[in-house]
C-alpha cells in the first residue's frame, strides 16, 4: 500500500528505516529467544512432556473438543445470521411501535456478558449444555450481525433507497433488493471478524461444563498431571489460532471472488467505513 | 429478591472491581490501539508488520488463552505480580488493543484522501499528518465502535472470575453457590449489575452516532 | 448475493460433515475402577422411583469431571472416582450394569437445577449437605465425610493452622464451599480460580500462601507432586459431609439409597471402591459415616 500519508522516502529515510527495521526485529527475536530459554530451563520443553502428544487418545480427545467448538460454532452462526439481518430489518422498520422494543432488546442482549446467558439458559430453562451454549452465542451475535448490518445500510448513500422507493419498491422490498445486499457486501469484514469472535467465544463454555476444545484440553492438564499443562495449553492455543486465520482468510478469499464477479457493474470499491464487531 | 437485597454489599464490590478493571484495561487498550494503527500505516516496515502480526494473533486467540499468558506463563518468566489484577489488566488490554487498532485504521482509511494529499502539499510529515489531521477526524467517525468494543470489554472482564480475580461474575457465582434455592435470582441480580455500565455506554455509542451523522 | 448464500452454506455443509467424522472418531477402552455386577432382575413396589429406574434399565447420574479421586475425566472421556464408584454400586442394585448409566458433568452452580428439573437422578459429585440446599432437593448419605484443609509449599513453615492465613491470599475455587469458609470465618483474602488445579501454579510461584479445599482433593494434588506441595497439617477445619441429591422429598427412594450405603459397608465394596480410587493416596480407607436419616 504506497501510502497517501506520506511520501515516497528518500535514500537517507530507507537507510534508517532499514536500520531501525533490522534492530526492532533483532530486539523481538532476542525477546522471544529469552522467553524460550527461561521456559527451557524450567524444563517446559523436555520431550517426556511433549510426548503425550504420540497418544493417539489424547489427540481423539482433541479431536473431540474441536469437533465440539466447531459444531457450536457453526450451528450459531448459521442461527444467528438470519436471525440477525431480521433483527436488522425490524429495528430500522418504519413504525415506532416495532422499532422501539426491538432496540431495547438489542440493547439488552449486547450488554449481557455472554457467560451469564449460557448459565442462565442452562439454569432457568434445564436445557443441555450444548443448547446453552448455543442459545448464548445466538442471543448475543445475532444482537451484533444486527448492529453491524444496519450501520451497513445507513452508509449507504440515501440515493439507493429513494431511487428504490421511485420505481415503485415498497419500503421492505426496497431494504431486501437494494440496501441489503449493498450493506452485506459493505460490511462483509466486519461480520467475518464477529464470525471469528463467535467461534472463540465458544470457549466461554466452560461456565456450563460444555466440553469444548479448552475445556478438553483443561480437563486433560487435570488428569494427566500440572506438568503437562504448558504443553497441553500451547497445542490449544495454536489450533485456535490456525483455525480462526483460517477462517478470516476464507472470507477475504470468498469476498475477493465475489467483488471480481461484482466489479462489473459497480463504480471503485470505498474502502469499509467503519467496524461495528466487537470482541 | 430478598437475596439480591441482602447481598447488596457484595454485588457493589463486584461492580466496582468490574468497573476498575474495564476502565483501566479500555484505557490502556485505546492508547495501545491506536499506537499500533498508527504504526500499521507508518512508512516503516517493520513497524507495519510488527503491528499486523500483533492484531492477527491476538484478534484470533481466546480471549481464555490470553489470561492464562498473562496469569501464567508471565509469572514463570519472572514477572511477579503481587496483585492478580494486574494480569488481568495485562490480558484484557493486550487483547482489545488488537480490536481498537482495527477499528482505528479503518476509520484512518474513511477519511478522503484530499486530506492527507492537502497536509502533505503544506510541508507535513507522516507524524503530523497523522496526529493533526487525519487521527482527529478518524476517531470521530469510529467512536461508536470503539464504544461498542468497550461494551465487550466490559463484559470479557467477566473472564477474570476464573483466573485470579474477584470480579462481578465472580461474586455472582459465589452468591449462586451460597444460595442453591435462588440461583436464577442471583444471576438476575448480577445481570442487572452489568447492564448498569453495557446500557449508558450502548445509549452513549448511539447518541455520538447520530452526531456525527449530522455533522457530516 | 445468492451465489454468495449457497457458497456460505456449502462451507458450513463441509464443516458439518468433517464434524460428524471426527464425532464418530470417539468411544474408546476403560480405565480403572471396579465393575460391580448387576442384580439379577430386582424387585420393587409399583410406583417407586426404583421401579422406574430398573424397568427403564438406565440412570442418569451427575457427576463432577474435574475432581481428582471423586470424578474425575479421564483421556476417554469417562469420569472415575470414589463418586463414580459409588454411583456404579447404586446402579448394581438397581440391576443397572455400569454400561447403562448415563453420566454428565455437574458443576457446582448445576447440581440443585439439575435435580428439580429431573435432568439427572443423582448427583454424586463431592456435594455437601447443608440446610439450605435440604430446601431444594433431599439427600442420602452422607456417604463420606471430608473436612477443608491448607496446601502450602513444601518449605512453607509458618502456615500450620487456618488462624495462620488472615489477611494472606488463598487459592480457591470461586463459588465454592471452602472458598467462602476461609474467607468468612478466617479472613483470609481470596483468590478465586476456576478449578483447583488452576491454583498450583500461583502456589508454586507463591503469588499466594496457600491453596484450600477437602482434604481428599488436596492429597491427590500432593500424591503427584511430593517435592512441591504438603498439607499444613493433617487436621481438617470443617466437616464437609458429600450427600446424594435427589429429587427433594422422595423419601422412600432416599432410605433405599440409605439401606443400600449400610449394606455397601457390611460387604465390603465401600472398601472396595475407595481402594480401586482415593485409596490410592489416602491407604486406610474409611468406615461409612453415621447415615443422616432426617
Same mark, same amino acid.
Given at each position: 500500500m504506497s501510502s497517501v500519508l506520506y511520501d515516497v522516502p528518500g535514500p537517507k529515510a530507507r537507510r534508517i528505516s532499514l536500520i531501525g527495521s533490522v534492530i526492532g526485529s533483532l530486539l523481538i527475536l532476542g525477546l522471544l529467544a529469552w522467553i524460550i530459554m527461561v521456559l527451557a530451563q524450567q524444563g517446559i520443553f523436555e520431550s517426556r512432556r511433549w510426548q503425550?502428544?504420540?497418544?493417539t487418545d489424547v489427540w481423539r480427545l482433541l479431536g473431540n473438543g474441536l469437533g465440539a467448538t466447531l459444531s457450536a460454532a457453526a450451528l450459531s452462526a448459521v442461527i444467528a445470521f438470519p436471525l440477525g439481518l431480521a433483527l436488522c430489518l425490524l429495528r430500522i422498520a418504519d413504525s415506532p411501535i416495532i422499532r422501539i422494543p426491538v432496540r431495547v432488546v438489542l440493547e439488552f442482549l449486547r450488554g449481557m456478558p455472554v457467560v451469564l446467558m449460557m448459565l442462565f439458559v442452562l439454569l432457568g430453562f434445564g436445557t443441555s449444555p450444548f443448547i446453552a451454549v448455543v442459545t448464548g452465542l445466538v442471543l448475543y451475535n445475532a444482537a451484533v450481525f444486527a448492529e453491524i448490518i444496519r450501520a451497513g445500510i445507513q452508509s449507504l448513500p440515501k440515493g439507493q433507497r429513494e431511487a428504490g422507493l421511485a420505481i415503485g419498491l415498497t419500503s421492505y422490498r426496497s431494504r431486501m433488493l437494494i440496501e441489503l445486499p449493498q450493506a452485506i457486501r459493505r460490511m462483509m469484514p466486519s461480520l467475518v471478524a464477529q464470525m471469528v469472535v463467535l467461534l472463540k467465544d465458544t470457549s466461554l463454555g466452560y461456565i456450563v461444563a460444555y466440553g469444548e476444545l479448552l475445556r478438553a484440553v483443561q480437563v486433560m492438564a487435570d488428569f494427566l498431571g500440572n506438568a503437562y499443562l504448558f504443553p497441553v495449553f500451547f497445542v490449544a492455543a495454536a489450533i485456535y489460532i490456525a483455525i480462526n486465520i483460517a477462517v478470516s482468510r476464507l472470507a477475504v478469499w470468498i469476498e475477493r471472488r465475489g467483488s471480481k464477479k461484482a466489479a !462489473? !457493474?459497480?463504480?471503485k470499491a470505498e474502502p469499509a467505513t467503519v467496524e461495528a464487531g466487537a470482541p | 429478591m430478598d437475596v439480591i437485597i441482602e447481598n447488596l454489599p457484595l454485588y457493589w464490590e463486584g461492580f466496582l472491581r468490574t468497573l476498575f478493571l474495564s476502565a483501566v484495561s479500555g484505557v490502556i487498550a485505546l492508547v495501545l490501539g491506536t499506537l499500533l494503527a498508527a504504526a500499521r500505516v507508518s512508512p516503516v516496515a517493520a513497524l507495519r508488520g510488527f503491528s499486523m502480526v500483533y492484531v492477527e494473533v491476538l484478534r484470533n486467540t481466546p480471549l481464555t488463552i490470553a489470561f492464562f499468558f498473562a496469569a501464567i506463563v508471565l509469572p514463570r518468566l519472572g514477572?511477579?505480580?503481587?496483585?492478580f489484577e494486574i494480569a488481568a489488566i495485562i490480558a484484557l488490554s493486550t487483547y482489545t488493543a488488537a480490536f481498537i487498532a482495527e477499528a482505528v485504521r479503518s476509520g484512518v482509511n474513511s477519511v478522503p484522501v484530499g486530506q492527507a494529499e492537502a497536509a502533505r502539499s503544506i510541508g507535513m510529515g507522516f507524524g503530523q499528518v497523522l496526529s493533526l489531521i487525519i487521527l482527529p477526524q478518524a476517531l470521530r467517525t469510529v467512536i461508536p465502535p470503539l464504544i461498542n468494543i468497550l461494551i465487550a470489554l466490559v463484559k470479557n472482564s467477566s473472564v477474570a472470575g476464573a483466573f485470579f480475580v474477584l470480579e462481578l461474575f465472580g461474586y455472582g457465582r459465589q452468591l449462586a453457590n451460597a444460595n442453591g434455592d435462588a440461583v436464577i435470582t442471583v444471576l438476575l441480580g448480577t445481570a442487572f449489575f452489568y447492564l448498569l455500565l453495557t446500557v449508558p455506554l450502548g445509549i452513549l455509542a448511539s447518541t455520538v452516532e447520530r452526531k456525527v451523522a449530522i455533522a457530516r | 448475493m445468492k451465489a454468495f448464500l449457497t457458497r456460505r452454506k456449502s462451507f458450513v455443509v463441509a464443516a458439518t460433515a468433517a464434524l460428524a467424522l471426527s464425532l464418530s472418531a470417539c468411544g474408546g477402552g476403560d480405565a480403572g475402577g471396579t465393575n460391580p455386577s448387576p442384580v439379577e432382575k430386582p424387585t420393587f413396589a409399583a410406583g417407586t422411583t426404583m421401579e422406574k429406574l430398573s424397568s427403564a434399565g438406565t440412570i442418569k447420574i451427575g457427576t463432577k +469431571? $474435574?475432581?481428582?479421586?471423586?470424578g474425575q475425566v479421564g483421556l476417554d472421556g469417562k469420569p472415575v472416582g470414589f463418586d463414580v464408584e459409588i454411583g456404579k454400586l447404586i446402579a448394581a442394585k438397581l440391576?443397572? #450394569?455400569?454400561?447403562?448409566i448415563e453420566w454428565s458433568e455437574t458443576v457446582s452452580a448445576n447440581r440443585e437445577p439439575f435435580i428439580e428439573q429431573g435432568k439427572v437422578d443423582l448427583v454424586i459429585a463431592t456435594y455437601t449437605i447443608n440446610d439450605k440446599r435440604k430446601q431444594v432437593v433431599s439427600f442420602a448419605g452422607p456417604y463420606y465425610e471430608a473436612g477443608q484443609a491448607l496446601m502450602v509449599n513444601? $518449605?512453607? $513453615?509458618?502456615?500450620?493452622?487456618?488462624?495462620?492465613?488472615?489477611g494472606k491470599k488463598v487459592c480457591s475455587v470461586t463459588g465454592s464451599t471452602p472458598a467462602a469458609t476461609i474467607v468468612d470465618k478466617y479472613g483470609a483474602e481470596l483468590v478465586p480460580a476456576?478449578?483447583? #488445579?488452576?491454583?498450583l501454579e500461583p502456589l508454586r510461584n507463591k503469588q499466594v500462601e496457600a491453596v484450600t479445599t477437602d482434604n481428599v482433593i488436596l492429597a491427590g494434588f500432593v500424591d503427584k507432586e511430593p517435592d512441591a506441595f504438603k498439607l499444613? #497439617? $493433617?487436621?481438617? +477445619?470443617t466437616k464437609e459431609p458429600y450427600g446424594i441429591g435427589l429429587k427433594k422429598d422422595d423419601t422412600q427412594f432416599r432410605n433405599w439409597i440409605n439401606d443400600q450405603l449400610e449394606s455397601f459397608q457390611e460387604d465390603g465394596s465401600y472398601k472396595k471402591a475407595w481402594e480401586a480410587t482415593a485409596g490410592s493416596v489416602i491407604k486406610t480407607a474409611p468406615d461409612l459415616p453415621t447415615i443422616d436419616r432426617y
Open positions: 503425550i502428544f504420540t497418544r !462489473g !457493474g459497480t463504480a | 514477572v511477579k505480580f503481587e496483585q | +469431571f $474435574d475432581q481428582p479421586l471423586f440391576g443397572i #450394569s455400569a454400561d447403562k513444601k $518449605d512453607n $513453615d509458618t502456615i500450620k493452622k487456618p488462624e495462620d492465613v488472615k476456576a478449578t483447583y #488445579s488452576a491454583c499444613a #497439617s $493433617d487436621e481438617t +477445619f
